[in-house]
């Protein structure tokens, strides 16, 4: 049914866009740490941003920036320091940041995008980001998209990158995107990022309305340990440069379009929950049988979100009772008979009745999530429905292990 | 300025309550699982339970009794089994039990209250709980609330019990109370649980009142994962045996009853956080500059329920930008250039700009909160304002540590 296939490059995999990953020194680690994505034409921009009152100060920058105008040039990524609770210098930080690299290219400081990611309450190491910017330029390139991949990653294990070709008119139209780890994946490292390139020429408007209901689908979707950023950013580009007919409203190209873009951000989310700290497995809740795809999708998320059930399953203890417990806090009102929880595809429980289950099986079952392929056949799948509604969602997470605690119970100091 | 002074009993400090606790055989270790608090006249009684839409069958048998009438006689809890998610059946038992203890103790069953603590899904062991009620009812005395206290628990560590005095009319009037862990303390145990008594004569209605505004600022106000139990429930009688006057409305006499039923049920909220599974201290948060309590609260038990601080506080580790960051997810909306954090007597932000401080201090107090002695001198308090108004709240939590993840991964099965 996918109209669309999967080709390398991630963001650089559209035309029209380079991309370069470089070492800046702003890590300790001394691993790759700034990234750069750039359009040769002014594309379409669109962002969602973290819901947190306390945001790093390259948020609200792009927010004021996206709110004045729906186009850019340029994003400016950096990792190691997150720029966030850094006060008022933080914000000159971020406006001379954006100053520096738009004289390098050229290009009005409006079309910058930036974004930050690391050490919460520390300052960018700006002699370290202005002596780099130039050379960030320099390595730009069309096949730059794996460089940047890595350089925005904080501890991720791996880099986050896919690319989705379609056609609209006949002509090839494709999607790019990269992230990097969800939650708080490091003592101090923050935020969830995702920068998706898209050729396509859309609205303004429209590509935004995509965007928004992509994330509620896909990054809005995953935890990892509940603890929203004061970074996160979702920015997506579009500049037109596929040639293909201007998509202007809804209808079966721009259909085509937003399913393309969604399952590239549920591609990066769930890589990103599959990557949360110390997971041996991801974690997909189904539920239906709401009332509205809202109501599913909270009830996914707090099953998801569950200690309890994350910790059952990182002990492979088919504990259905714990999801039971989920369901019901979620906030959402059913009738508990009319529960139906499944396990992969053992039925555990149905209209609210408990079910005599195998256990064996069930713990084989989630011990073989553990041996699977990264994002393949190790995924442990949850089935929950809570009536007879219309309502259906998905969450993804991971399963709780020692090392999330290790992780972050490690000194900084 | 205390109005009151502790004593001993528990529950039955309280004139003309008895409670038992005994060994029933419903839990697989053979402790103390069947309590018993009685009162030899009808009491006023008050509840609060569980916002949970998936509730155990005895939460919902207390909830309806409570709306026909404001009486009780006796409250009965088994711990082993939580009777939650037991479909029909589970709701059948509770009855049934109820039935049993009215017919021993010569009471009309509807003056019954019930609660259960155990393993979700599964049914209460009926012929044991049977065979043991007569024995129960026996062993009913004055001094039976330790017992009482120990039968409730699961696997927490210490039994939770307090009693407090003060004067009404110059005559004494006392307030008792015992509780058992919260979250879900075990792989399979759910569950908080309180049972309060009280000798002071009160209006039905006041008396519900008083102690959801007690539940507000105390169980209502402590996480340990953040999941809701199937089964918390929070019961109070005040059966007048203290023969002090009739407290029908607010007023001085009113408020003092108040302010120790809320001392009462703050003591036995922090006990249970304190005993969280895995954790080596108690976190306070204290919130203040608040539009209103609410808000204040809720920023509070967010802070306190952050995997991160908790995390954190483990290591200790000062790592403040994650409590700036808890701070900013809560839902409630304030300029983060009011915000102040104060770890201790540390000042770490103020008017949202991030102060140089003495980590190795900050990390001191951390290690000298574990140090500590149970529930005083390990508490690590952490103090933030997000602005002028004049709303103020608390949490309590405690640490995230690697037996958390231990106890709740491993195998039931």
């Given at each position: 049914?996918a109209g669309?296939?999967?080709?390398?490059?991630?963001?650089?995999?559209?035309?029209?866009?380079?991309?370069?990953?470089?070492?800046a020194?702003?890590?300790?680690?001394?691993?790759?740490?700034?990234?750069?994505?750039y359009?040769?034409?002014?594309?379409?921009a669109?962002g969602?941003?973290?819901?947190?009152?306390?945001?790093?100060?390259p948020?609200?920058y792009?927010?004021?920036l996206?709110?004045a105008?729906?186009?850019?040039?340029?994003?400016?990524?950096?990792?190691g320091?997150?720029?966030?609770?850094?006060?008022?210098?933080?914000?000159?930080?971020?406006?001379?940041?954006?100053?520096?690299?738009a004289?390098?290219?050229n290009i009005?400081?409006d079309?910058?995008?930036?974004?930050?990611?690391?050490?919460?309450?520390?300052r960018?190491?700006m002699?370290?980001?202005k002596?780099?910017?130039?050379?960030?330029?320099?390595?730009?390139?069309?096949?730059?998209?794996?460089a940047?991949?890595?350089?925005?990653?904080?501890t991720?294990?791996?880099?986050?990158?896919?690319?989705?070709?379609?056609?609209?008119?006949?002509r090839?139209?494709?999607?790019?995107?990269?992230?990097?780890?969800?939650?708080?994946?490091h003592?101090?490292?923050?935020?969830?990022l995702?920068?998706?390139?898209?050729?396509?020429?859309?609205?303004?408007?429209?590509?935004?309305?995509?965007?928004?209901?992509?994330?509620?689908?896909?990054?809005?979707?995953?935890t990892?340990?509940?603890?929203?950023?004061?970074?996160d950013?979702?920015?997506?580009?579009?500049?037109?440069?596929?040639r293909?007919?201007?998509?202007?409203?809804?209808?079966?190209e721009?259909?085509?379009?937003?399913?393309?873009?969604t399952?590239?951000?549920?591609?990066l989310?769930?890589?990103?929950a599959?990557d949360?700290?110390?997971?041996?497995?991801?974690?997909?809740?189904?539920v239906t049988?709401?009332?509205?795809?809202?109501?599913?999708?909270?009830?996914?998320?707090?099953?998801?979100?569950?200690?309890?059930?994350?910790?059952?399953?990182?002990?492979?203890?088919?504990?259905?009772?714990?999801?039971?417990?989920?369901a019901?806090?979620?906030g959402?009102i059913?009738d508990?008979?009319?529960?139906?929880?499944?396990?992969g595809?053992?039925?555990?429980?149905?209209n609210?009745?408990?079910?005599?289950?195998?256990?064996a099986?069930a713990?084989?079952?989630?011990?073989?999530?553990?041996?699977?392929?990264?994002?393949?056949?190790?995924?442990v799948l949850?089935s929950?429905?809570?009536?007879?509604?219309?309502?259906s969602?998905?969450?993804?997470?991971?399963?709780?292990?020692?090392?999330?605690?290790?992780?972050?119970a490690?000194?900084?100091?």
């Amino acid at each position: 049914m996918a109209g669309w296939q999967e080709i390398s490059g991630g963001v650089t995999a559209p035309r029209g866009y380079r991309a370069a990953g470089i070492v800046a020194g702003l890590k300790p680690s001394g691993l790759p740490d700034l990234a750069l994505i750039y359009s040769e034409v002014e594309a379409i921009a669109a962002g969602v941003f973290t819901t947190s009152v306390v945001r790093a100060a390259p948020v609200d920058y792009c927010r004021q920036l996206l709110q004045a105008k729906h186009g850019a040039r340029a994003i400016l990524c950096n990792a190691g320091q997150a720029n966030a609770a850094t006060g008022s210098q933080g914000w000159i930080d971020a406006i001379e940041s954006a100053q520096m690299l738009a004289q390098v290219l050229n290009i009005p400081s409006d079309t910058v995008l930036l974004a930050s990611t690391g050490v919460i309450g520390q300052r960018i190491k700006m002699d370290a980001l202005k002596a780099a910017i130039p050379q960030l330029v320099a390595a730009a390139s069309e096949d730059g998209g794996d460089a940047a991949a890595k350089a925005i990653c904080t501890t991720d294990l791996v880099p986050k990158s896919i690319a989705l070709e379609t056609t609209i008119g006949d002509r090839p139209v494709r999607i790019g995107g990269i992230s990097k780890g969800s939650g708080m994946i490091h003592p101090n490292m923050a935020t969830m990022l995702s920068f998706v390139t898209c050729d396509a020429a859309v609205a303004p408007s429209l590509w935004q309305k995509m965007l928004s209901r992509a994330a509620d689908q896909s990054f809005n979707q995953i935890t990892v340990d509940g603890d929203t950023s004061t970074n996160d950013t979702l920015i997506a580009l579009a500049n037109g440069q596929s040639r293909t007919p201007a998509i202007t409203e809804m209808g079966a190209e721009a259909e085509k379009l937003e399913a393309m873009l969604t399952q590239v951000c549920q591609y990066l989310a769930k890589a990103i929950a599959r990557d949360g700290e110390g997971a041996t497995c991801l974690i997909e809740v189904q539920v239906t049988g709401a009332h509205d795809d809202k109501d599913a999708r909270q009830v996914a998320k707090t099953i998801v979100g569950s200690s309890l059930v994350k910790s059952a399953i990182f002990g492979r203890d088919p504990n259905w009772g714990r999801i039971a417990a989920a369901a019901g806090r979620a906030g959402v009102i059913f009738d508990q008979e009319n529960l139906r929880i499944q396990l992969g595809d053992l039925l555990l429980m149905e209209n609210g009745q408990p079910l005599p289950f195998d256990r064996a099986a069930a713990s084989a079952y989630l011990k073989a999530a553990a041996a699977g392929a990264y994002l393949k056949e190790d995924t442990v799948l949850i089935s929950v429905s809570i009536g007879s509604g219309s309502g259906s969602g998905k969450a993804w997470g991971c399963d709780l292990s020692y090392d999330y605690v290790k992780i972050n119970a490690e000194y900084t100091t």
